[in-house]
């Protein structure tokens, strides 16, 4: 039994944040959109992707997801991640274990757990922390957290790496291989959408012996949008070796 | 012998008679009654020669030269192998003896006789006696006689001693001497006479023997006949007894004289009538005497005699050693005939063995037999069925000639020269003794001759096949030698199951020391129902199985049986699979321990029923009957049977037979399997020809039938001796299964200290049932309140199945997620074990496998876990075993391999776990239970009161719940 009422719920989501998406050959689709859409202001970047049912059904976990994210898109990440959380505070206590300033993004992913003969496929939540800088690069960590059917959790990373035009930054997500059922197929992320940015963040300071709480900037928007829009691209690679490739414009906003 | 000298016996014999008459005067006896000598002579020593034997007897005297004691009886006791055949010579009827005037022809020999003449006497002269008188003066002048023969006296003692003849008796003191006295003699002086003796030869004619004895040979002596009767002692030993001498004669010494051939002319002398006219045979020369044939013994005579005085003496002769055994011959040959030629069927054998006698008067005997031992075909054997109502014969009542009938187990004869007519007898059936297990005592008679023989019979503990021995057969004569064992249903011996032919062969040594050997073939030819012989004899036993109730969910008692006919192959064992629910209640029966299981001594208490089996060919089998005991391990199997027998049959015991079982358990269904150890074939050399075997177990409360009452069958593979199997089944139902109450209930309970990761979240599932009775749970189905979810953490340690095989030893300490007791009365402890969770890799979704132990026992329990579309995890016992419990409690646990993880925190939160049982019939019983959290603040407890359970067939009978909902399957 396969259960797409998550990837659904997704794609709703992706719509509502005027996404760009493009879809490569082989049906996954994958779309970046920016919430607020206002040039020169700060964003939340919307990343998304959903493996085509043919993907999906080879059962070969994916294994990393590189986003090229627009050109233009501030470098920075403005006040965004200004403490750090560990993998290993998050597998033992969770984000609620990390320090709120640390906090970087929500979402949602979608994970098939091959049991048997069928796959569940659970919705599971995310949270985005930036985790201490791995060779110089601003690295994320992704928390998933499932509950039902199965009580399952998972922690990957992402860089954060400089681009080169035509794109911007550029998102490396390295997904590992999370071993499900002993002669079952691994357990797969099959979507995903993330949210990096000022979105329902509610960062501290201390501000004259008080502790405010505030809205972090996050990326900002360039104050002109380019003439076909902002370019991204997404490459995805998967446990047997195969990859598949798609990119986009998100059309430059319009009014 | 002229005239005169004929003249001369006669008046001899006369002298004789009226001397010892007249003398009247018994002696004082101041010595014992004695043999004063024996010789024993044959003209020739070799062997089976037909040699003359004489035997000479002289008895102790007094000094005055009387017998002690006048003589009564006098039994010679002839050399052992020296034997005689009347029937070779001519018989001279009694009538005819007694009136003198028997054939020439049928005189065997000669006796000769000494007796007194005129007794001894010594008597004080009562008045002096001067020299020159011619007149003594004794106290009876008649103690002394006148005349040639007993005249001569002696007067006075010393240098003047006289010796001279009485010229007569006077009167009664006074003797008046042949020649005046030279001396003077006083009164009180003795006057002696010594005793004088004749001797004279009587001819022994073969006549008539008188009952009981194989011979009679006689002499006349005018006014007096002498009997000398010869018969066959229990030995076979020729004695020849004269009895009742006539007490007209002061016999002192005697020969027996025996001719070996009669006719011959060297007796022509000696070959006289009661008138002592000698003349030659007129018959063809015939053998009659004949020496022993064995030169290893030495041969000698023993001499009984009695006096009229009841005294007795004995005394004993050699004889020279034969000679010359080397030069006899033999050849007997051997017959041997069953009653029937039917494979594998109980038969009477008629075996016969002859020895033809050399008969020649010139010649050598044939050598009299020593041993005879004949073996019977292969595949001929004792059969057990014999022992039906056999009784032994003890020796003492074999000496007796008082065998009971029911010991009899055959007919003898055996033909011998010595008689005309064959002995004929029985043979029974000895008791046995610590060396001799099959004895035979054969007693056979003819004309008052009896003969014991004793036998054994030799069976071989490997194959059965017998061997019939009769050592130190008496030496005698034996023509024919024919034992016939009975046939019908319960005789002594069967044929084998092999077609064609069959050989006997038999092995005779002669005392002689000569070996020769017979041999007999007959075929079997015949199928033991009849029809064509079967080469290759089938196998196709009969089975039945089952319960004396069948009502669903009773104790009862288990019986199986299995039988073949003759022409099958004999049973050797056999695996027999009882249906599931079909069970034994373990916890009330003590199981026999080792060692005692082993040596086959286990105690009443582990009894649970009997075992019996027919052994033996034929329509009368043996039946022999034993306990049968549970006991503990036995050949890698958690229990096993012990069936002991004692193999007594009638006077055999055969030895104790243990047959043990093995009971395996089906690990997933209870099901029980008893697989049987092979069963002997044999015991003390006596095949078994197992026909049947019939089981109960009977022990009150033991056995429990199902409470499903799907059909089914009663399963088993029976063995055959000769290695063939054959399947068998026999159905099975059990009824009333609808009608048995089913309440099982549940209760469940976790702890409050519960977390997604970390430990997780524990569950404790307690599920109850009346012990023993009603129907068993079949299915169970379990959901898991929404709140304890399995954990990926658990997953991914399940312990892999390899197909539909789990090892679980191999599986990883991580995989095993909890741990189960399960209470019931089929087991003395309560199975408690593991459980862990078992992945099938794509193929099924991942299980949770119960490995329950206990007194030996394994069971895995498998329960398939579920994910429905809203994501509710359930688990289903879809097929477990049907036997009785009483609880079973499952738990998972808390700790870093808990299958569980809470989703939330489960203080204040109503978690309820709905479950299904269903019994075999299709009853559910629904309810849902609320999980119970310790550990809870006391206000945000989430325990509450249970919800009703629904689903109870008691209430389902009475109409309070219109929850119920059976369901049938």
């Known amino acids: ?255 | 012998m002229g005239d005169l000298a004929h003249k001369v016996r006669l008046a001899l014999v006369l002298a004789l008679i009226a001397s010892a008459t007249l003398s009247g005067v018994p002696a004082v006896a101041s010595a014992q009654f004695g043999i004063a000598s024996l010789s024993a002579q044959l003209t020739s020593s070799q062997a089976g020669a037909h040699a003359d034997f004489s035997s000479s007897l002289a008895l102790d005297t007094e000094a005055l030269g009387n017998p002690v004691s006048q003589l009564r009886t006098a039994t010679f006791a002839l050399p052992e192998g020296m034997i005689g055949n009347p029937q070779a010579i001519e018989r001279c009827p009694v009538l005819t003896f007694e009136e003198l005037d028997c054939n020439r022809n049928s005189q065997v020999g000669e006796l000769s006789l000494t007796a007194v003449q005129c007794r001894g006497a010594s008597l004080p002269l009562q008045q002096p006696a001067e020299a020159g008188t011619r007149l003594l003066v004794v106290s009876d002048a008649h103690d002394f006689c006148t005349g040639e023969a007993g005249s001569a006296i002696t007067v006075g003692s010393g240098a003047s001693a006289q010796t001279t003849a009485i010229a007569t008796i006077v009167n009664e003191t006074t003797l008046e001497l042949d020649a005046p006295l030279e001396h003077s003699y006083a009164a009180g002086e003795d006057v002696t006479h010594i005793a004088n003796s004749a001797t004279e030869e009587f001819s022994l004619f073969n006549i008539e023997p008188t009952p009981g004895h194989v011979a009679t040979f006689a002499a006349s002596l005018l006014l007096a006949q002498v009997y000398v009767e010869v018969k066959v002692g229990p030995e076979g030993r020729l004695s020849a007894t004269i009895s009742e001498t006539s007490t007209v004669l002061d016999v002192v010494a005697s020969t027996v004289t025996l001719w070996g051939v009669p006719a011959n002319a060297s007796h022509n002398a000696h070959r006289c009538n009661e008138f002592f006219e000698c003349a030659p045979a007129s018959t063809e020369p015939a053998a009659f005497m004949t020496n022993p044939t064995s030169c290893d013994e030495v041969p000698s005579e023993a001499v009984t005699v009695t006096s009229w005085q009841g005294e007795v003496a004995t005394k004993t002769a050699a004889l020279p050693s034969m000679t010359g055994c080397e030069q006899l011959a033999m050849s007997p040959s051997l017959t041997v005939v069953p009653s029937t030629t039917r494979q594998s069927s109980p038969a009477g054998y008629e075996l016969a063995l002859r020895v033809p006698q050399e008969e020649s008067p010139y010649g050598l005997a044939t050598p009299a037999l020593n041993s005879v031992s004949v073996t019977l075909p292969r595949g001929t054997s004792l059969t057990p069925g014999v022992a039906n109502g056999l009784a032994a014969c003890e020796t003492s009542q074999f000496s007796e000639d008082a065998c009971p009938d029911a010991s009899r187990v055959g007919s003898a004869e055996v033909t011998t020269p010595l008689l005309r007519e064959p002995l004929k007898g029985s043979l029974y059936i000895g008791a046995p003794t610590a060396s001799e297990k099959y004895r035979l005592f054969m007693r056979i008679s003819a004309d008052g001759v009896a003969l014991d023989l004793q036998g054994q019979v030799q069976a071989s503990e490997e194959t059965g096949q017998t061997t019939t021995v009769f050592a130190d057969v008496p030496q005698l004569e034996f023509e024919t030698l024919k034992v016939d064992f009975f046939g019908g249903p319960s005789a002594v011996l069967a044929n084998g199951m092999a077609c064609g032919p069959a050989t006997s062969g038999a092995t005779m040594t002669s005392y002689a020391g000569q070996v020769a050997s017979a041999s007999s073939t007959f075929s079997i030819d015949e199928a033991s129902e009849g029809g064509a012989c079967l080469s290759n004899a089938p196998f196709a036993p009969s089975f039945v199985a089952g319960t004396e109730s069948a009502q669903s969910g009773r104790s009862t008692s288990f019986m199986l049986r299995i039988a073949r006919t003759d022409e099958q192959q004999d049973l050797a064992g056999f695996t027999t699979h009882l249906p599931p629910g079909l069970v034994g209640l373990l916890s009330s029966v003590p199981l026999c321990p080792e060692p005692a299981a082993t040596d086959g001594e286990c105690s009443h208490a582990s009894a649970v029923g009997t075992a019996t089996v027919a052994a033996g060919a034929g329509p009368s089998p043996l039946y022999l009957s034993g306990p049968v005991y549970l006991t503990g391990p036995y050949d890698g199997a958690p229990f096993g049977l012990d069936v002991v027998m004692n193999a007594a049959a009638g006077p055999f015991d055969l030895g104790t037979a243990l047959v043990r079982s093995r009971i395996l358990v089906n690990p997933s269904s209870l099901a029980i399997t008893i697989a049987s150890s092979p069963f002997p074939q044999i015991m003390g050399g006596v095949p078994l020809r197992l026909r049947s075997i019939e089981v109960d177990l009977d022990r009150a409360g033991f056995i429990v039938t199902p409470t499903d009452c799907t059909p089914r069958s009663i399963d088993a593979t029976i063995q055959s001796s000769e290695g063939a199997d054959t399947e068998v089944s026999t159905p099975y139902q059990v009824n009333g299964c609808a009608s048995l109450p089913f309440t099982p209930t549940l209760a469940a309970s976790t702890q409050a200290t519960a977390s997604r990761e970390g430990d997780g979240a524990s569950l404790d599932v307690d599920i109850t049932k009346p012990a023993g009775s009603g129907a068993s749970i079949h299915t169970v189905q379990v959901e898991l309140p929404s709140q304890l979810r399995p954990r990926l953490t658990a997953i991914q340690h399940a312990c892999l199945a390899a197909g539909q095989l789990v090892s679980l030893a191999s599986c990883p300490s991580q995989s095993r997620v909890g741990v189960a007791t399960v209470t019931s009365p089929v087991t003395a402890v309560p199975l408690s074990g593991a459980i862990y969770l078992v992945a099938h890799g794509g193929e099924a979704l991942p299980s949770l496998v119960t490995h329950l132990e206990g007194q030996g026992l394994e069971v895995d329990l498998e329960g398939q876990l579920g994910i429905s579309s809203k994501g509710v995890i359930t688990t289903d016992f879809e097929s477990l075993p049907d036997a009785p419990i009483s609880s079973f409690d499952l738990t998972l646990p808390r700790g870093p391999s808990s299958m569980l993880g809470a989703s939330a925190p489960l203080c204040g939160k109503r978690l309820l776990l709905p479950y299904t049982f269903a019994d075999a019939a299709g009853l559910e019983v629904k309810g849902r239970v609320p999980v119970s959290v310790g550990g809870c603040p006391r206000h945000a407890s989430s325990a509450r009161r249970p919800r009703r359970r629904h689903g109870s067939r008691s209430a389902a009978k009475d109409g309070t719940s219109d929850l119920r909902k059976a369901r049938q399957r």
């Open chain 1, 1 to 255: 039994m396969r259960r797409h009422a998550g990837v659904l719920l997704m794609v709703a989501l992706l719509g509502a944040a005027c996404p760009a998406s493009a879809a490569t050959a082989q049906g996954t689709q994958a779309g970046v959109a920016f919430v607020p859409y206002r040039l020169g202001a700060s964003t939340t970047v919307v990343i998304s992707f959903r493996l085509g049912g043919a993907r999906q059904a080879t059962l070969s976990p994916l294994t990393s997801v590189e986003m090229r994210l627009p050109e233009g898109l501030s470098a920075g990440l403005n006040g965004l991640g200004l403490a750090t959380c560990s993998a290993a505070t998050l597998r033992l206590d969770g984000p609620g274990g990390c320090p709120v300033d640390a906090l970087m993004g929500r979402g949602s992913a979608t994970v098939g757990v091959p049991l048997g003969g069928e796959t569940v496929t659970e919705q599971v939540a995310m949270t985005i922390v930036m985790a201490p800088a791995v060779q110089a690069h601003t690295t994320l960590l992704f928390y998933v957290s499932g509950a039902t059917p199965v009580i399952s959790q998972l922690v990957f990373q992402g860089s954060l790496l400089g681009g080169s035009p035509p794109f911007g930054a550029q998102l490396n997500t390295a997904i590992p291989l999370v071993t499900g059922l002993p002669g079952a197929p691994d357990v797969a992320v099959t979507g995903m959408r993330a949210e990096i940015g000022p979105k329902d963040l509610e960062y501290h300071k201390r501000v004259g012996g008080h502790t405010i709480t505030y809205s972090p900037e996050g990326f900002g928007l360039p104050r002109s949008c380019p003439r076909a829009g902002f370019r991204f691209a997404a490459t995805f690679k998967f446990a047997n070796g195969a990859e598949e490739s798609t990119s986009s414009n998100i059309p430059c906003p319009t009014g």
